[in-house]
């Protein structure tokens, strides 16, 4: 996966593709945090299409919405808000889910961030 990881940076459509898959995949994997992690930092820094930008945010906040955050959320959540996000498709969470609740508010203060009420990819944006 480190391979696939250094294909993302280097801006292989291949490894992005394999990248997006990984982190959609529930299985557990040796050293998966880490990997999971370090593949989405690597997705952050990479142009992705429309396509699979709606694929990671269908992921990101699915997992949010079934209060599933693991150790990698975070850097699921730079990702999500790197490739910009609709505030109206933010999901509702459980309140007495406190990691839940802790990204409901990240992402919430990322859309107050931006004055129309959606956190857009800046980098795109000034394209």
Do not use: W
């Amino acid at each position: 996966m480190n391979r696939v990881i250094d294909g993302i940076a280097a801006g292989d459509r291949a490894c992005i593709r394999l990248g997006i898959e990984f982190i959609e995949e529930d299985a557990k994997f040796p050293f998966g945090k880490i990997l999971k992690a370090n593949t989405a930092r690597a997705l952050r820094r990479t142009s992705l299409s429309e396509d699979q930008k709606e694929r990671i945010r269908r992921r990101v906040f699915a997992m949010l919405q079934a209060g599933v955050i693991p150790h990698e959320y975070r850097e699921y959540a730079k990702l999500v808000r790197r490739i910009g996000f609709q505030l109206a498709k933010l999901p509702e969470v459980d309140p007495a889910n406190f990691y839940a609740s802790r990204f409901h508010h990240y992402f919430e203060q990322a859309a107050k961030e931006d004055r129309s009420g959606e956190a857009i990819d800046r980098i795109e944006a000034s394209r």
